[in-house]
């Protein structure tokens, strides 16, 4: 009897493990995927470059996008560390979207204080400067894949004087161009 109970469990267990995917995070033209969990990013955003940089921790490998109309990045950060990357933020259960962070009226340094190499440039003329000293906004979110992964969706909006409300960026319009795909259920 207990043989046929440890039988039928393995049986279980075999049958459930054929029906579940792999994990897998990764970038693709207009959309990309964390854990599974597929996003798009609207065609107002156009791929601009990939950059690796090299830091004290591990290798960051960096997607940008470039909104012209919102004058809005969005940049797909996904960091390989060397050592456990605790710092990646914790909660590995919590789900991608809901690790959301806020930055408003901020002066950001992009590339300026770490070497990078340009993978792919679209132009042909990448810029690293082109936010230094211009407030913006920023959203981003931040997720723990495994003990050397990590993963951050950073969206950039300058600041417009055009824009009389609270808010002086397109930050809001910015995070709408970015959509979680629902996942069908087999």
């Known amino acids: 009897m207990v043989k046929r109970f440890v039988g039928l469990l393995l049986l279980c267990v075999l049958v459930s493990a054929c029906h579940m995917k792999p994990l897998t995070t990764d970038v693709y033209e207009n959309r ?9 990013i609207q065609k107002d955003f156009v791929k601009s470059a990939i950059v690796e940089t090299r830091t004290d ?6 997607y ?3 909104n012209e109309k919102l004058k809005s990045w969005l940049l797909i950060v996904l960091g390989y560390a060397d050592c456990r990357n605790t710092f ?4 590995e259960t919590f789900r991608f979207m809901n690790r959301k962070y806020c930055l408003y009226g901020y002066e950001l340094d992009w590339f300026t204080d770490t070497k990078f190499h340009v993978v792919w440039d679209r132009t042909g003329h990448f810029d690293p400067n082109a936010l230094k000293d211009i407030p913006v906004d920023i959203v981003y979110y931040t997720k723990v894949l495994n003990p050397k992964k990590g993963i951050h969706v950073v969206i950039i909006s300058e600041e417009d004087k055009s824009l009389k409300n609270r808010r002086q960026s397109h930050i809001d319009e910015a995070e709408r161009c970015l959509r979680y795909v629902e996942q069908e259920e087999d």
């Open 57 to 62: 921790y591990g290798i960051e490998k960096t």
């Open 88 to 91: 990646w933020g914790e909660g």
């Open 32 to 40: 990309f995927v964390v854990n599974n969990d597929e996003f798009i």
């Open 64 to 66: 940008i996008y470039r």
